[in-house]
């Protein structure tokens, strides 16, 4: 399903003023202006490791072989839109289970694991990846953190535009109540860069069924600004 960039840009102007606006000293002002984007996330990152647990290493790693070659198979038809695939090499360690009684001695289990990473780019595709590696009982964790947009250097722009065009109204306002004029910038400082915070986001665990929504996020970037009145 294709996604396309949802650009709303909010600027806080009106009552905030009051309380980031202040005169330093005759001639100049210092404020905050603020602004943000939405937009809809178009790209995950995803990992799923298949784990096997034997008596015997090689067993377990013959298991682990399998479920891998099962998953290729399953994803066959959409590894061309997976990007950043990377399938890490097999991981093999002895685990020791506690004895039920003083009189045994501890049992030493094989464990063999491997796993698959990759960017998801086509959203479509999420649900299908969920339910294979859930026929394959291979263990993973969907967030909202692996969520992102393909053109967040294009977002963080957006938002920084929108927060200095706050910071000029602000100082605009401050100087027309105060007969004067909003002249040049004497120093702009971006506070963070910009960060995004998801709005509503469906997450996933093993065996946790589909995900039904991806939710908005909003990218915030705020600055602080001292102008020259004149």
Request: proline content about 3%; hydrophobic content about 40%; some cysteine.
């Amino acid at each position: 399903m294709p996604r396309t960039l949802i650009g709303t840009v909010r600027a806080s102007l009106g009552a905030a003023i009051l309380s980031v606006a202040s005169l330093s000293h005759a001639g100049e002002v210092s404020l905050t202006g603020e602004g943000s984007v939405q937009y809809t996330p178009d790209r995950a990152r995803l990992q799923f490791t298949a784990t096997s647990e034997d008596t015997s290493a090689e067993r377990a790693s013959r298991q682990v072989n399998d479920k891998m070659v099962a998953w290729n198979q399953a994803i066959a038809d959409y590894r061309a839109q997976l990007d950043d695939y990377s399938d890490a090499r097999l991981a093999l360690y002895t685990r020791t289970l506690p004895a039920s009684d003083r009189s045994e001695e501890p049992q030493q289990r094989a464990v063999a694991s491997q796993s698959v990473s990759f960017v998801v780019t086509e959203l479509s595709l999420l649900n299908p990846l969920l339910a294979a590696a859930q026929n394959l009982g291979m263990e993973y964790h969907l967030g909202g953190q692996q969520f992102f947009h393909s053109d967040e250097a294009d977002l963080k722009r957006q938002a920084l535009a929108a927060a200095i065009a706050d910071a000029k109204a602000q100082c605009q306002f401050i100087a027309q109540e105060l007969a004067q004029q909003c002249g040049e910038v004497k120093t702009l400082n971006v506070n963070g860069g910009g960060r995004p915070i998801p709005m509503m986001m469906a997450e996933a665990r093993n065996g946790g069924g589909a995900v039904s929504e991806i939710g908005p996020r909003e990218l915030q970037v705020s600055v602080s600004a001292t102008f020259e009145l004149e």
